[in-house]
């Protein structure tokens, strides 16, 4: 069986991997002042990021049109695959993955639609997982990506709250956090939910935060750096993790500057990682 690896572009993955494991990604959509954006096509993140604190009105995001989804199906399996895996950000913050079962009604018992409950590198390495599988067909791919999702943990250290409390996309008891003055909010992205994971007053506060919860677990298969727009802070963040515990950390570390339509919600000179435990 030939199958087909579909996702969204708040995957995350970088362009060598999506091309080596010949995944197909469908881009998402940003409007910045009523100009819709292609995420990835239009903009670039660092031209994104630039100019978002200076933007007067709050960017907005779109997910991808039915057609833009049953095209990439359709020219997939007319290409010679017999199934396809389509797997996607999360369902309960995003309606991606509503949008492409619909497109999958289309071509029926041909694509199954898969929620990730994640974004990012959360989502990434699941479709990696997937990938990495195909060869040995559908049940393998889905139970590669089935088990990367439980070992997953996904958290960020944000420089403000205030994108998250602008985008309506976290509870009000998360959103609380933003209230508070001269803080940095950790929050952590599991099972499709953002929760409030404490706060801390500096910078260096939260970097040692995210380092403690990465290393107390157990050791570690995938690992990604994420940032927006603060490659500075996160290659420091790096740095001192590989002198603390070179041993326990993957030899391939990803380093992400997170895709423009995830930021718009977050915010800039935020980190954070996603990282599955073995």
Known sequence: MKLGIVTDSTCDIPRFLLEQHEIEVIPCVLVINGKEQIDGIDITREEFYRQLPDLKTQPTTAAPSIGDFSTRYDTLLRSGCDHILSIHAAGTLTSILNIARQAAGEFPERVSCIDSSSLSLGLGFQVLAAAEAAELGLQAARE??????????????????????????????????????????????????????????????????????????????????????????????????????????????????????????????????AAVRK
């Open 144 to 273: 590669a990506l089935e088990s990367t999702r439980r070992r997953l943990q996904v958290f960020a250290a944000l420089d403000t709250m205030e994108y998250l409390k602008r985008s309506g996309r976290v509870p009000a008891t998360v959103a609380m956090l933003g209230s508070l003055l001269s803080i940095k909010p950790l929050i952590e992205l599991t099972n499709g939910e953002v929760k409030a994971m404490g706060a801390a007053r500096t910078t260096h506060q939260a970097n040692e935060r995210l380092s403690k919860i990465l290393l107390d677990g157990d050791p570690l298969e995938r690992l990604a750096i994420l940032h927006t727009d603060a490659e500075s802070r996160a290659r420091e963040f790096l740095n001192e993790l590989m002198q603390r515990a070179s041993q326990s950390v993957p030899r391939d570390i990803l380093m992400v500057n997170v895709t423009t339509v995830i930021g718009t919600h977050v915010g800039p000179h935020g980190l954070g990682f």
